[in-house]
T-cell receptor, first 114, second 118 residues
Framework: GDSVTQMEGPVTLSEEAFLTINCTYT??????LFWYVQYPGEGLQLLLK?????DKGSNKGFEATYRKETTSFHLEKGSVQVSDSAVYFC?????????????FGQGTELSVKP | GAVVSQHPSRVICKSGTSVKIECRSL??????MFWYRQFPKQSLMLMAT?????????EQGVEKDKFLINHASLTLSTLTVTSAHPEDSSFYIC??????????????FGQGTRLTVV
């Protein structure tokens, strides 16, 4: 079945360091791919998305490129801030006629130290 | 973007009582809503898909008699945890999708409800 695998956390970085969180997926069709962010005690917020191969999603300095050949959607940011500390979830979408649900990776906790 | 509101954000109840959690789409009509459960430092586990006007579809291993879902209108779905026990303590999150999105299903999430059963 469809699945998402993320690199394990926690990831601890110093402020202004470069961030990469790896995400790979398995899907039978052509899913859309998402990164969600969860701050402590809150629900999930969409960070960015890509709907087809070679699309690049970007938001708030974060980027991820939909790579069909490597089935990957790695999240990157050139210079992290303390306020980026959160849990990041990679997800893919199942089409609406198959339920329209999201399948999540296990989440990667990011901690940025000043 | 679309807004989903979940209420309450935090609830403490006694063992054996029932708790209702509401999920509302504030500025769009959601024919489909999803209920997730999240354990500490873990990912979201889909419990059920709630469809307006029909019965919810539960994931394998989720007790439908314990977690009652009602999607009575296009803007409201409720999750009732019946006869709650301490092992039901968890963070429950709802989401709603914009209708007719095909593969591009984007979900909007509520703030989550922290349930503690004592």
């Amino acid at each position: 079945g469809d699945s998402v695998t993320q690199m394990e956390g926690p990831v601890t970085l110093s402020e202004e360091a470069f961030l990469t969180i790896n995400c790979t997926y398995t899907a039978t069709g052509y899913p859309s791919l998402f990164w969600y962010v969860q701050y402590p005690g809150e629900g999930l917020q969409l960070l960015l998305k890509a709907t087809k191969a070679d699309d690049k999603g970007s938001n708030k300095g974060f980027e991820a490129t939909y790579r069909k050949e490597t089935t990957s959607f790695h999240l990157e940011k050139g210079s992290v801030q303390v306020s980026d500390s959160a849990v990041y979830f990679c997800a893919l979408s199942v089409p609406a006629n198959q339920g329209g649900k999201l399948i999540f990776g296990q989440g990667t906790e990011l901690s940025v130290k000043p | 973007g679309a807004v989903v509101s979940q209420h309450p954000s935090r609830v403490i109840c006694k063992s054996g009582t029932s708790v209702k959690i509401e999920c509302r789409s504030l500025d769009f009509q959601a024919t489909t809503m999803f209920w997730y459960r999240q354990f500490p430092k873990q990912s979201l586990m889909l419990m059920a898909t709630s469809n307006e006007g029909s019965k919810a579809t539960y994931e394998q291993g989720v007790e439908k008699d314990k977690f009652l879902i009602n999607h009575a209108s296009l803007t409201l779905s409720t999750l009732t945890v019946t006869s709650a026990h301490p092992e039901d303590s968890s963070f429950y999150i709802c989401s709603a999708s914009l209708p007719g999105q095909g593969w591009n299903t984007e979900a909007f999430f509520g703030q989550g409800t922290r349930l503690t059963v004592v």
